[in-house]
Nanobody, 125 residues
Framework: QVELVESGGGLVQTGGSLRLSCLASGFRFSMYSMGWFRQAPGEERELVGSINWSGESTFYASAVEGRFTISRDNAKNAVYLQMNSLKPEDTAIYFC??????????????????WGQGAQVTVSS
C-alpha cells in the first residue's frame, strides 16, 4: 500500500523558515520522481516543485524559486521541502506527491498518482 506522510507544518512569521518532511512507504521510492503541491483556500492546487529520482534535478514554480529547496534521501525514503523567506501568500496546505513515470509535465497534478494527507503552513504578516 502506497503511503505518503507529511510532517513539519505550522505557523511562522513573515520572513521565517519551515521544513516539511514526507516519508514514503509501500513502493520503491528511489525509482520515482516526487513533487510538492500546495492549495490555498479557494484556490486550485498548484505545483511548488519536483525532484527526480536521484535528486540531481529539480524544478520549481516561479513563485517559490530561490526561496524553497526540495531534496531527498533515498536511504530514508524521504523527501523534504525547505521553505525560507516565507510570505503570507505561501499560506496553504502542502502536499507530498509521487510523480507517475508516464507524466510529461511536472506542473500537471494529473501526472501524480499518490498523495499525502497534507500539512498546513500558515505565514502571519
Amino acid at each position: 500500500q502506497v503511503e505518503l506522510v507529511e510532517s513539519g507544518g505550522g505557523l511562522v512569521q513573515t520572513g521565517g523558515s519551515l521544513r516539511l518532511s514526507c516519508l514514503a512507504s509501500g513502493f520503491r521510492f528511489s525509482m520515482y520522481s516526487m513533487g510538492w503541491f500546495r492549495q490555498a483556500p479557494g484556490e486550485e492546487r498548484e505545483l511548488v516543485g519536483s525532484i527526480n529520482w536521484s535528486g540531481e534535478s529539480t524544478f520549481y514554480a516561479s513563485a517559490v524559486e530561490g526561496r524553497f529547496t526540495i531534496s531527498r534521501d533515498n536511504a530514508k525514503n524521504a523527501v523534504y521541502l525547505q521553505m525560507n523567506s516565507l510570505k503570507p501568500e505561501d499560506t496553504a496546505i502542502y502536499f507530498c506527491t509521487r510523480r507517475s513515470p508516464a507524466s510529461r509535465n511536472p506542473a500537471n497534478s494529473g501526472g501524480y498518482d499518490a498523495w499525502g494527507q497534507g500539512a498546513q503552513v500558515t505565514v502571519s504578516s
